[in-house]
């Protein structure tokens, strides 16, 4: 008779069920393999281009650090969200994490990343303050106006018939200096980042 | 007879965990990491942690969140009412930085370890459930076992 309780017995003490009861571990505590941790060094050399600290869109996750010779990204756990994206900005794969550069060498994918300068107009007073402060302009330009004024068409931006014209904001390196000097807040650094795929866009 | 006493002590206690969790402002991807272990995925309960909400009948305190203003006094109590041996581990990024939240304009006052002592913490945001049942099953056994011989 299958409702005894001796069948119940012969059922529940067995080797096996007794195991599965007490020891069972139906999930085992080891991550899979496309989990994306924290990115690890890959033992490829670091040229310090901070790409990875330009894309991170966490304050304090990432830290280019000199260590003698050489550079080497540090990463911050309590900051870092995992999200890859210094992984996939970085053009040496100094990093690697999860499956994201075995997946960015397949789909031969890129991050680009440039600087759009914006002025404001109306709050704009045409000072030339950045025009001077940028390092990029003192390169291009050393013979740079006081007042903003250049006869060089290399610089990023400068006053001509009082106006104040960007020029080449392809060469903006991202250090918001005008934007500190700015007086009326008028000139902002936008970062605008580029995904393309096998060099479309 | 003492010692396997007390073996059996630390056996049993290190299958006896029970965890209350408390929120103090995040966005609930930690919370719903917390609640991914009770599912049969992870199952929590195989491995003897109990989640209770009640610091009462806890012994671990998962601390979630990046600790606004109203949470400070109030997080306090809750770690108060937790009977000894406990500890407190911190979840995620929030409770050690701050994270998305720690911005300008942020009202937000992390890290947690400033009011109430952590014993560990959990980066991530959010951290696996692996990692947080891994992390509570760790530091179990170093904080109860010969909990009386620890006593001052």
Redesign the interface.
């Known amino acids: 008779m299958g409702f005894s309780i001796i069948w119940y017995l012969r059922e529940f003490i067995r080797g096996e069920w007794l195991k599965n009861f007490f020891f ?4 085992p ?3 899979p393999p496309y ?1 994306r941790g924290y990115p690890a060094l890959t033992g490829k050399e670091c040229t310090h281009c901070l790409s990875c600290m330009m894309i991170c869109p ?3 996750a990432i830290e280019v650090l000199r260590e003698g010779e050489t550079w080497t990204p540090h990463i911050y ?6 999200c890859g994206l210094c992984v996939e900005a970085c053009p040496e794969d100094v990093l690697d994490v999860g499956r994201v550069l075995e997946t960015q060498h397949r789909d031969q994918t890129e991050i680009s990343v440039r600087y759009q300068v914006t002025v404001k107009p109306e709050a704009c007073v045409r000072c030339g303050n950045c025009v001077v402060a940028c390092p990029v302009n003192k390169e291009a330009d050393p013979q740079l106006g006081a007042t903003g004024t250049s006869a060089n068409d290399e610089v990023i931006m400068k006053i001509r018939n009082g106006n104040l014209w960007v020029i080449h904001d392809e060469k903006c390196t991202g250090c918001k200096t005008c934007e500190e000097v700015c007086p009326t807040d008028a000139i902002a650094i936008a970062r605008v980042a580029e995904g393309t795929q096998e060099g479309k866009a | 007879m003492t010692d396997l006493l007390q073996k059996l002590k630390n056996a049993v206690r290190s299958r006896s965990i029970h965890v209350a969790y408390v929120d103090t402002g995040s966005c609930n991807g930690c919370d719903i990491e917390v609640l991914a272990c009770l599912s049969p995925r992870y199952d929590l309960e195989q491995y003897g942690i109990y989640v209770h909400n009640n610091p009462r009948e806890a012994d671990i305190l998962l601390v979630i969140g990046c600790c606004t203003p109203q949470w400070e006094d109030k997080l306090k109590e809750v770690w108060e009412k937790i009977p000894e041996p406990k500890a407190a581990i911190a979840i995620g990024n929030c409770p050690v930085s701050g994270c998305v939240f720690n911005r300008e304009g942020g009202y937000v006052n992390p890290p947690v370890s400033k009011h109430i002592p952590i014993a560990a913490s959990v980066p991530g945001c959010p951290p696996r459930p692996t990692e947080i049942i891994r992390a509570v099953l760790s530091l179990a056994p170093t904080i109860f076992a010969d909990y009386e011989e620890k006593k001052p």
């Open positions: 069972a571990k139906t999930a505590l080891v991550d989990f966490t304050p304090g756990p309590g900051h870092c969200i995992r």
